[in-house]
């Protein structure tokens, strides 16, 4: 998927949802958290990136709802 975005987006690396944060709440819970690609990708404007976007967010999504 990255590469199908750098493909359409030459600079769009810096806005990729790399970066994912795991950690403990205050009463004992984990929680996972994940840029949402469709809000970050979309600040580029190039449409070619909607579909990209979507399936990063239903990956992202779909590993977070399976932990």
Avoid: W
Avoid at 35 to 46: E, F, R
Avoid at 51 to 57: Q, S
Wanted: with cysteine; net charge negative; glycine share 8%.
């Amino acid at each position: 998927m990255a590469h199908k975005a750098l493909t359409a987006e030459d600079k769009i690396g810096v806005m990729l949802p790399c970066n994912v944060i795991i950690q403990e709440t205050s009463d004992g819970k984990i929680e996972v958290a994940a840029v949402d690609p469709v809000a970050s990708m979309s600040a580029v404007g190039n449409p070619d990136l909607g579909d990209i976007a979507e399936g990063v967010r239903a990956q992202l999504k779909h590993v977070i709802v399976t932990l």
